[in-house]
């Protein structure tokens, strides 16, 4: 007769199901063999297969695991009479005819690895095998700490419930990060003195447990064995006991206790029960770890969310930005912003600001390049009156206003030597006088800069202090260039394209596919602010319910589209254009004046047709 599996319980209970030399798929699943409608079984929950030796069971990574009698397997050799179970079901495995009395879990300790004549070691599943006294103090452990959601408090609450069964004058749980045998938290508890008292531990013992993932006890002296080490010395313990927090195969940490009274010796008893205890508590120990990771991912990605900006963008190098603001707004800390002209370092700035605690108080802009030094100064600082010629009245400046709240410095490369200077002083002292003036005001206020210069090219050739570039880069973000971010090109396109048909009175369905595809091809070198003024462009324009190519500029149409972008009419003009070019050139034996001179075009402009249609290789 061939192998069977007889039902014992669950909801199969007194069902007979043949195992023949094909594999028998069991789960929760209709296309498995034995389907269990069961919510504890995994939809591919084991399987028993035929090897050369017999029968084998192998759980299939179930989330509740597949135990034969009793003992969780990963893979087993089956013998006639054996009990499994999956889920909630029980079933005999019947090699043969005959007695089918099912195998009892013949568990015993293993108390023949001793170290030191009183140190024993066993392995974690030997816990399974616990006495029935036991089971009342399994259930309280497993009922409380399944009720507590702070891990701080977890930790507590196990350490105390372990004290009310093991006489351990000091617990501590150690909790480590991917099975490493570096600690990453340390929770101490002090029967007698609660938190207030420190406690040390065997990094010895510690290490080995976490290494071997085997428990150990050591009696009589532990501070003479062969774990002795500073800490046992100088705490004097005369019991160890230290029990690895297991779950799936991996390390999360340990459990160590420890006494200085003889007559409270840890013993096996204890050992086996801390053991099942650990068993118990590595579940809700990692459940608290990850729901706490859980809630601090939340809060930080809800700070991304709820942060307010005028930006648009969902590409990645644009969530890093927000990213960036949500982190550095709450703060007082100056910021540099760096990146090409046109990528929207204001609107960071201003993010910045209207997400900080001076969001209620005046956000000043000045473009240092668009004044000459002495109206930049004013502007700047204020002046007295009488200060200088056409100085009228006394003005405050734009540092004196911005008080409470932040000043934005534009193009802050561009200032010159005596204006670093005097940024300078503002910076470090958050002082300065008008100009004309000898009072000294003081402001409270936060200080942006951006500049598309490399400073530290300019520090280099002397233009820029370096002092004044340590003050301003304390944390520093690079805006993304357009062309980095392709992603974001139709919704700012389309944003703008709302904007500018409202203005001009025009409805807009949006763009045709070809005029899509120039827009995501061309490189951008002006960023948002080029792009913004092609869209106005094509509005302004067209003269259909669709932007079309022809709408758009010149350069963004000349721009070379890729092979998947094939556009018949606008691929043979740019053709076209390129043949007429080269032909020029050829006709002019390389010199680009005269070939201009040939096309009746400005020899700049030929350059830029040369430098938009890529046609420096080919007439090199």
Known sequence: ?????????????????????????????????????????????????????????????????????????????????????????????????????????????????????????????????????????????????????????????????????????????????????????????????????????????VQQVLRDGVALLANDGASKSTFASDSLALTRAHSVMCVPLLIFDRKLGVLYLDTTKARDQFNRDHLQLVAAIAGISAVAIENARRFQWLETENERLLSDVNIEHNMIGESPAMQRVYHFISKVAPTNATVLIGGESGTGKE??????????????????????????????????????????????????????????????????????????????????EREFERVGGSTTIKVDLRLIAATNKNLEEAIEAGLFRQDLFYRLNVVSLEMPALRDRREDIMLLANYFADKYSAKCNRKLKGFSAEARNFLTAYDWPGNVRELENAIERSVVLGTTELILPEDLPEAVVEAELSPTMTVRYHEAVLQAKKQIILDAIEQGNGNCIVAANLLGVHPNYLHRLIQNLHLKDQLK
């Open 1 to 205: 007769m061939s192998a069977r599996l007889a039902a014992i319980s669950g909801k199969l209970k007194g069902g007979i199901f043949s195992v023949d030399d094909e594999a028998l798929v069991i789960g929760r699943e209709t296309a498995a063999n034995l389907c269990i409608a069961d919510a504890s079984v995994s939809r591919r929950h084991s399987k028993i297969e035929k090897k050369e030796n017999g029968f084998v069971i192998t759980d299939l990574d179930s989330l509740n695991g597949t135990f034969v009698n009793d003992l969780p397997v990963k893979t087993r050799l089956l013998e006639h009479g054996d009990r499994v179970r999956i889920g909630d079901s029980q079933f005999l495995f019947l090699a043969h005819d005959g007695d089918a009395m099912s195998k009892s879990s013949d568990v015993t300790l293993d108390e023949a690895q001793v170290i030191s004549g009183s140190t024993v070691q066993f392995r974690f599943d030997h816990a399974i095998n616990l006495m029935a006294r036991d089971l009342s103090a399994l259930m309280k452990v497993s009922t409380t700490i399944n009720s507590i959601r702070g891990l701080d408090d977890l930790l507590e609450r196990l350490l105390e419930l372990l004290f009310e069964v093991v006489p351990a004058e000091r617990g501590a749980i150690l909790l480590t990060d991917e099975g490493s045998v570096e600690t990453s938290l340390v929770f101490g508890l002090d029967r007698a003195q609660g938190k207030n008292q420190a406690v040390s531990v065997s990094r010895t013992i």
């Open 347 to 428: 609107l960071a700035a201003r993010a910045i600001h209207r997400n900080s605690k001076r969001a209620q108080k005046p956000f000043m802009a000045v473009n240092c390049a668009a004044l000459t030094e002495s109206l930049l100064e004013s502007e700047l600082f204020g002046h007295e009156k009488g200060s200088f010629t056409g100085a009228l009245a006394q003005k405050k400046g734009r540092l004196e206003i911005a008080d409470g709240g932040t000043i934005f410095l534009d193009e802050i490369g561009e200032l010159t030597p005596p204006l670093q200077v005097k940024l300078l002083r503002v910076l470090q």
